[in-house]
């Protein structure tokens, strides 16, 4: 099994990502299509061998089909007031 670089609170992130992608019917292929990028792509941020940034994160949302507001709020929803970076 490859070795994910990030842990901790940016599992958090991962997991609402691959939750928002499934509730949304979408498999990794279709995002990539909707991204313009390669399911590989699409792998590599989902089991945490590559860091989005926030320009991704919202290009990655409006793929989905969702606003990057509503994924953003739901993230701080799920991460404590203060982390460690």
Request: hydrophobic share 40%.
């Amino acid at each position: 099994m490859p070795k994910t670089v990030f842990t901790g609170h940016h599992k958090t992130l991962i997991d609402l990502l691959i939750e928002t992608r499934k509730k949304a019917g979408l498999t990794q292929t279709e995002l990539g299509q909707r991204l313009g990028k390669t399911q590989k792509f699409i792998s590599l941020v989902e089991s945490s061998q590559r860091r989005i940034d926030v320009l991704e994160f919202y290009a990655i949302a409006r793929a989905i089909g969702v606003t990057p507001e509503a994924l953003f709020q739901e993230l701080s929803a799920r991460l404590p007031q203060k982390i460690d970076i």
